[in-house]
């Protein structure tokens, strides 16, 4: 086999200072175009929070308008006029070592997802088996990373 060499006029440039301009305008191009994205990313993060909230109170101001949260202040008097009869569920059986703060709240996130007509039978805590437990984080690992090809 024959060697073929072509012969050109380029010839390379190893001199010391041009290596380090090459290294240091490399670095320069990198950290330049790092600092646009954290800013193009930091816009974009303020941007989605404020109509985030913006959509957050809408939806609070047009609950109020519509009446669905009902503020009750504990020096409003009692309304004179008389209120329909409301037919009442069953009260829910709640199993011991559970606080009446938290029926209330799981009460409430009810009523607020499912309206007047929502009825709850039971509440009591999830028995959670340690064994079988794992971090969500952690099933979310496991599920990516055995998932096929």
């Known amino acids: ?8 006029s380029i010839v390379p440039d190893t001199s010391p200072a041009f290596t380090s301009t090459v290294v240091v305008a490399g670095f320069l191009v ?8 954290i800013i193009v990313f930091s816009l974009f993060s303020k941007t989605m929070s404020k109509t985030q909230n913006k959509k957050g109170k809408k939806k609070v101001e047009k609950a109020i308008m519509t009446e669905d949260l009902k503020v009750v202040s504990p020096f409003a008097q009692a309304n004179p006029t ?3 009869p409301v037919a009442t569920a069953p009260a829910p059986r709640i199993q011991q070592g559970v606080s009446e703060e938290i029926v209330a709240a799981i009460s409430a996130a009810v ?7 929502a009825v709850i039978t039971s509440i009591k805590p999830l028995r959670k088996n340690p ?7 952690a099933m ?8 096929p090809f």
């Open 1 to 8: 086999m024959d060697l073929i060499t072509l012969k050109t």
């Open 30 to 37: 990198v950290l330049l175009i790092l600092t646009i994205l």
């Open 82 to 84: 008389p209120a329909m």
């Open 111 to 117: 009523y607020m997802m499912e309206g007047e007509n």
């Open 131 to 137: 064994i079988n437990t794992r971090n969500p984080w």
């Open 140 to 147: 979310a690992a496991i599920v990516q990373n055995t998932k």
